[in-house]
Structures are given as C-alpha cells and as structure tokens.
C-alpha cells in the first residue's frame, strides 16, 4: 500500500512540475505595469486559455499532492 502511494505521489510531483513549468510568467516587466488594464479588459474569454486550463490543473493537482503526502505521513 505505501509503496502505491508512493509511487503515484512521486507520478503527482513530476505532473505537478510540468504544468508549473508550462505555464506562461504572470509579469510582463514595465510594459506589464503600464499596459495591464487593457490586457483585463481585451481578455474577456481567459477562462478558456490554455494558460487557465493549467492553473486549474496545477490547483488540483497540488490538492492531490498534498492529500498523498498526508496520507504517507499517517501510514
């Protein structure tokens, strides 16, 4: 049993890297600062992103990491 769980936490944590890693940076430098109101307003279909369908993923993924560790820790 731990041995499953271990191994499907250490699949969890290589998951979890990529999609962190596929994911675009959030800062934009200075043109980021200025121009970022009118990035909001254009962007009104940024659910269906690629970019929000990883930060999804990368949420419900870190929950299953977090729920794996726990439950090792207890056996």
């Not at 940076?25 to 009104?44: N, P, R």
Request: hydrophobic share 60%; glycine share 6%.
């Amino acid at each position: 049993m731990k041995l499953a769980l271990t191994v499907i936490q250490v699949l969890c944590a290589l998951v979890l890297i990529a999609v962190v890693m596929l994911q675009s940076g959030k800062s934009a430098g200075l043109s980021g600062a200025i121009a970022g109101g009118v990035d909001t307003f254009l962007s009104k279909n940024k659910a269906k992103t690629w970019d929000s369908k990883l930060a999804k993923m990368t949420k419900w993924v870190a929950i299953v990491f977090v729920l794996l560790t726990l439950a090792l820790s207890l056996i």
